[in-house]
């Protein structure tokens, strides 16, 4: 059975860091394309950034291109999110999400959901 568990999220001023884990079991990471969205209130979900850890591909949406970087530990079978220089734009729920392609990983319907980690960021 697959299964992600996230953690790490909190309140964080401006300007400050946050790591987000999503811990996976069920499946190696070299299986599926492993990744984050997230949703603010009032908003629709939306892609962050995913990782392949077959070939080694990585997807950062424009808004957090220099800031955040995601990576994985194979052994631990768990993906990471490094949030740097966060803003007040960056408040919401974080969403992990596996897929076995990167066009099932944009589809809503297909892949498998974490039950989201908010992150509050204060100005």
């Known amino acids: 059975e697959v299964q992600l568990v996230e953690s790490g999220g909190g309140l964080v001023q401006a300007g400050g860091s946050l790591r987000l884990s999503c811990a996976t079991s069920?499946?190696?990471?070299?299986?599926?394309?492993v990744g984050w969205f997230r949703q603010a209130p009032g908003k629709e979900r939306e892609g962050v950034s995913y990782?392949?850890?077959?070939?080694?591909?990585?997807y950062y949406k424009d808004f957090v291109k220099g800031r955040f970087t995601i990576s994985s530990d194979n052994g631990k079978k768990t993906v990471y999110l490094q949030m740097n220089s966060v803003n007040p734009e960056d408040t919401a729920i974080y969403y992990c999400?596996?897929?076995?392609?990167?066009?099932?990983?944009?589809?809503?319907?297909?892949?498998?959901w974490g039950q989201g980690t908010q992150v509050t960021v204060s100005s």
């Open positions: 069920g499946f190696t990471l070299d299986e599926y394309i």
């Open positions: 990782i392949s850890s077959s070939d080694g591909r990585i």
């Open positions: 999400k596996a897929a076995t392609s990167r066009a099932r990983w944009w589809a809503p319907t297909y892949g498998y």
